[in-house]
């Protein structure tokens, strides 16, 4: 998920690293006791609405620990560090396939990509840039490894991300309430980014608004909504199309929505890349 460079403030771009192998190294007493903690955590925050024991005796409950591969290369964070260029980073996110593909998915969505950009003021090929670079226009439930419940919950048990995997985890919890959709039928990145659009739950909640404008008739598998709250977000973000031909200008309004998305600048060039390539 390349919103998980928004992440990297707060050390998601390290869990690959072998230095910090030492984080995942918990006991499994260690395990069972933090595993408590955050049950009895959630039980007083939801008190009332919520039998949270269910979720951790549902069939579908585990710990992730398979997400520590240390092998994983954060794409975003290697160029911030030098390491790697734009050419390297533009070769791993596939962007001359994404190009090829984009008319394809710009004309399947045609309808709501001019319904979107009319009614928040967003131009659609960077709506269309976005979704790009966040599913590689795929779509449905299946995007992300994990379900998010248990990502979430294995970042609490077993990283310093305590803080992090909790609010989160909070958020996940509300967000499947006031959509009724079972909250394990979320499947994530191994930080929580779900849907074709890899909102954390925090940004589902407060920026994910569908096409009818409300969270509660939203879905983040269905693309259409997710067109919707991409344009949505830019828009919050302090979009303004009177500026697109300033997209290129770090300093314009446009570049700096594109960048709230994900603070990365190769992510912000990649997605001005695919929407300047549409007509």
Known sequence: ????????????????????????????????????????????????????????????????????????????SEVASGSKDYKWYREVLQIDKKIKEAPNFMRKYRDELRIAENKHGVDKRFIVGVLGIESGFKEGSKIGKYKAFNALATLYVVTPKK????????????????????????????????????????????????KYGEVEKSNPTNMTDCIHSVAYYLKSAGW????????????????????????????????????????
């Open 1 to 76: 998920s390349l919103l998980l460079a928004q992440l990297a403030g707060q050390g998601f771009s390290s869990l690959s690293n072998p230095a910090l192998a030492h984080w995942f190294d918990v006991p499994v007493s260690r395990q069972n006791e933090r595993l408590k903690e955050l049950k009895d955590k959630l039980r007083i925050d939801f008190a009332d609405t919520i039998s949270i024991d269910s979720l951790f005796n549902d069939p579908n409950f585990q710990l992730e620990m398979e997400i520590f591969d240390r092998t994983r290369v954060n794409p975003e």
């Open 240 to 279: 303004k199309n009177s500026e697109d031909g300033k997209i290129h200008d770090k300093s314009s309004r446009n570049w700096k929505a594109i960048f709230s998305y994900n603070k990365s600048e190769p992510y912000v060039k990649a997605v001005i890349e695919i929407a300047t390539s549409l007509e």
């Open 163 to 210: 803080e992090y995997a909790y609010r989160e985890l909070k958020e996940l919890v509300i967000f499947s309430s006031r959509t009724r959709i079972p909250i394990f039928s979320f499947n994530s990145s191994y930080a929580g980014a779900i849907g074709c659009a890899q909102f954390i739950p925090s940004s589902l909640n407060r920026l994910f608004i569908g």
